[in-house]
C-alpha cells in the first residue's frame, strides 16, 4: 500500500490560509482515490475533499464548498490541500488517505473504505 506523509499543519488566526501537503511513497498519477478527511476533537472523522484519478472531485463537504481546494503534483507524488477562510470549526486533525476503487464511483466520503493512511497533521483556527 502507499505511504502517505501530510506536511503544513499550523495555528492561524480565522480568515487565515493554509496548505497542507500529502506526500505519497509512489505515483499517484492514475488510479486513485485520494484526498483529506478531518477529525475535530472529540468527533468523528469525516470527508473534506476527495478526487478520483489526479482530476475529478468526487466529493467535497458544505461546510468548505468555496474554500478549500485540491492540486496534484505528479512529479512530485503530492496532493495538496488548499484552505482559505479558515474558520475556527475548521480545527481538526488532518488526514490525507487513498484507496483504489475500480470506479469513481468508489471514491466516496466512508472513511473505512480507504486503507493507507497518514499519520496527520493538526490545524487549528482560533478567533
Known amino acids: 500500500q502507499v505511504r502517505l506523509t501530510e506536511l503544513g499543519g499550523d495555528s492561524v488566526q480565522a480568515g487565515g490560509s493554509l496548505r497542507l501537503s500529502c506526500v505519497a511513497s509512489?505515483?499517484?498519477?492514475?488510479?486513485?482515490?485520494m484526498g483529506w478527511f478531518r477529525q475535530p476533537l472529540g468527533k468523528e472523522r469525516e470527508g473534506v475533499i476527495l478526487?478520483?484519478?489526479?482530476?475529478?472531485?468526487?466529493y467535497l463537504a458544505d461546510s468548505v464548498k468555496g474554500r478549500f481546494t485540491l492540486s496534484q503534483d505528479n512529479a512530485q507524488n503530492t496532493l495538496t490541500l488548499h484552505m482559505n477562510g479558515l474558520k475556527p470549526e475548521d480545527s481538526a486533525m488532518y488526514y490525507c488517505?487513498?484507496?483504489?476503487?475500480?470506479?469513481?464511483?468508489?471514491?466516496?466520503?466512508?472513511?473505512?473504505?480507504?486503507?493507507?493512511w497518514g499519520p496527520g497533521t493538526q490545524v487549528t483556527v482560533s478567533t
Open positions: 509512489e505515483s499517484i498519477a492514475k488510479g486513485y482515490c
Open positions: 478526487q478520483f484519478d489526479g482530476g475529478e472531485i468526487t
Open positions: 488517505a487513498a484507496s483504489k476503487p475500480y470506479t469513481p464511483f468508489g471514491c466516496v466520503e466512508n472513511w473505512r473504505n480507504f486503507g493507507s
